[in-house]
């Protein structure tokens, strides 16, 4: 029995189409076909039924799929500790982090890691949005997440590693901090759209009370922070962000800070997700959570 049959027929039965799978793996659909004859004649059963021009999983092939996904992971992960072994590493954790966190603190958090723990841990880092990094850290597909938002998955736990305040940006009017007349939160209001949707908690409170406080706000969404960003810059509108992810625009005078005197002050926390009695993992949160 060859790895590769094993990898087509799991991928063929995710697509429940010999052409589709073929597409997928980048080799011919006689080849799938081959490699699906002869895994079925190395188990002695059928593994697929044919239905109009699809295929489907035969009770034998339901039965088998789970052991040929395991095969794979334990191959996959030996490989791996091999990997890791020869390049000097003792341990892997794949890190789920949402792109501001990404781009504000993980990088520091790892350089104090790798100079205060340990240099020999190899750290894979997959940067999500955080509505879907609880989901990966509760299937395995990542040992901790930082998010944006609490998970929401039974079978996580999260740790809050930092609250922020909130803060309103709008485009630089050009004017001298000393001598301009202040830019409030009504001039922007009137003048230009609100750019919402780059944060997964704060906004449906925010723009209840902008709603009640002000008339004719017009908004726009733009998903992405660094994206919200580069549009108040270019003067496309005002927003509401996490201090962390525009202290270098405000720094730098690139934005203008807007006081929001008419409104609550909005806090945000960041959090590290990690599997219940994960304990490896629960400890690198902690050590995140040490830094601040």
Sequence with gaps: MQTNWLHTFVVAAAH????????????????????????????????????????????????????????????????????????????????????????????????????????????????????????LVAEGAADLGLSRMAALQQQVENLPLYTEAVRCIAPHDGGDAESSPPVTLADCVQTMPLLTGNHPEYWTPLLEMLHHRFTGLQMMEVSQIHITKRFVEEGLGFSFLPSSAVRRELLEGRVLDIPTKELPSFKTTTYAVFRQNDTRSKQLGDYFHSLG
Aim: overall charge neutral; hydrophobic content about 40%; glycine content about 6%.
């Design 16 to 135: 429940e189409h010999f052409h589709r799978a073929a597409e997928v793996l980048f080799i011919s659909q006689p080849t799938v076909t081959g490699h699906i004859r002869q895994l079925e004649t190395s188990l002695g059963c059928e593994l697929f039924s044919k239905r109009g021009r699809g295929i489907y999983l035969t009770e034998e092939g339901r039965l088998f799929l789970p052991k040929a996904k395991d095969m794979l992971a334990l191959l996959d992960d030996g490989v791996q500790e091999l990997r890791n072994y020869k390049e000097g590493y003792e341990e892997t954790f794949t890190i789920a982090v949402s792109p501001v966190v990404a781009d504000t603190r993980l990088a520091p958090w790892l350089r104090e890691y790798r100079r205060r723990v340990s240099q020999r841990v190899r750290f894979n880092v997959l940067v999500r949005e955080s509505e879907i990094i609880g989901q």
